[in-house]
């Protein structure tokens, strides 16, 4: 069993950044890669980016153009995801997820445990 808890969102202009952190619990967490996913109201959820147990190995959506950068700290039990030159379509709940497989997919059903997620809301 894996605990997995977001924190980090929150409201911010456009252009600003935020750093989201997702803290691991109750298993090895540099065994497994994990991603970051969002859900806006009324879309279906979507991946963001990835990262393998290494950390050597990064995946990102084409909609993030350069702007976020997804690492982790395995001592630490924790992976984060900088985002800058937000826009206001980046408003979304944003969940991380753990990968048993290491693949880093982009495909959320292929993730074996998720966070509750954490708002990021971006004003114009």
């Known amino acids: 069993q894996v605990q997995l808890v977001e924190s980090g969102g929150g409201l911010v202009q456009a252009g600003g950044s935020l750093r989201l952190s997702c803290a691991a619990s109750g298993h090895t967490f540099s065994h497994y890669a994990m991603g970051w996913f969002r859900q806006a109201p009324g879309k279906e959820r979507e991946f963001v980016a990835a990262i393998n147990w290494r950390g050597g190995r990064t995946d990102y959506a084409d909609f993030v153009q350069g702007r976020f950068t997804i690492s982790r700290d395995n001592a630490k039990h924790t992976v984060y995801l900088q985002m800058n030159s937000l826009k206001p379509e980046d408003t979304a709940v944003y969940s991380c997820?753990?990968?048993?497989?290491?693949?880093?997919?982009?495909?959320?059903?292929?993730?074996?445990?998720w966070g509750q997620g954490t708002q990021v809301t971006v004003s114009s």
């Open positions: 997820a753990a990968d048993f497989r290491d693949a880093g997919s982009r495909y959320y059903i292929e993730y074996d445990y």
